[in-house]
């Protein structure tokens, strides 16, 4: 079974004298842009809110697509890169909730 370790870092991302390097697959960031981001090759992240942008310590709550309609928050829970923040509530909780009880049990069984 693979194992993941999962550490939140709120700070400057350009300071992360904490990390080792090529230890980081994974980086989620609030970034300062509108709508979209371009990642080359026509690729963009597209941002949606839900009824609340901010939690209690100012990170925004989004949701992310790429053009083609893939959900990302979804697909990370799904293949266990993320888990679900069950404290807030949200428009997808239940369906991130099961992803994520689908991606434990497919883990252990």
């Known amino acids: 079974m693979r194992k993941i370790h999962t550490k939140i870092i709120l700070g400057d991302s350009r300071n992360m004298q904490e990390l080792k390097n090529e230890s980081v697959h994974l980086v989620v960031t609030s970034p300062p842009y509108w709508q979209f981001k371009d990642y ?42 993320a888990d679900v923040d069950t404290s807030l509530n949200f428009k997808y909780k239940s369906k991130f909730i099961d992803l994520q009880d689908n991606s434990n049990k497919e883990a252990i069984g």
Do not use: E, P
């Open 40 to 81: 080359g090759k026509g690729g963009k992240v597209f941002i949606k809110f839900d009824s609340t942008k901010y939690d209690h310590q100012g990170n925004l709550l989004c949701y992310l697509y790429f053009r083609n309609k893939t959900f990302i928050n979804a697909h990370l829970i799904k293949n266990a890169l």
